[in-house]
């Protein structure tokens, strides 16, 4: 009887594991999954799917900036807000709308783009950035 239980137990836990959602297994904001941005020659975008939590590259000073980031629930392809900052961490700037950022950079110099909530770290993510 008891093996039979444990059997049944097992099981039970092996179908609970398997209905977990791909965003409950996420990073929980603790390891970043970073990845580089990089354009293609003569390209002004630059589009990644996959995992991902940062993305970085260098701008130029003046450049406008476009980015639209979406993350996967499980269900639907989420907006996800992203944020930026340069290379001295400093907060440039949050999003104006759910999944879109636009700004102009400051100067020249690697930024930062970061997936937020960090609920979506660890699932997949439609990143896409243009710069003119």
Known sequence: MKKYLWNVQL?????????????VLASSCNTPITKAITFERGATCWS??????DFYG???????ISVKLFGWS????????????????????????????SFIAPHAGKYTFTVYPCAFWGAEVKFTVCAV
């Not at 099981?11 to 965003?23: D, F, T």
């Not at 990644?48 to 939590?53: A, D, E, I």
């Open 11 to 23: 099981g039970l836990a092996l179908i609970g594991l398997s209905l977990v959602q791909p965003y």
């Open 48 to 53: 990644y799917k996959g995992r991902g939590t």
């Open 58 to 64: 260098n701008f130029g000073a003046g450049q406008k």
């Open 74 to 101: 499980g269900q639907a392809w989420e907006p996800i807000n992203p944020t930026v900052s340069d290379a001295s961490y400093k907060f440039i700037e949050s999003s104006q709308k759910p999944g879109v950022l």
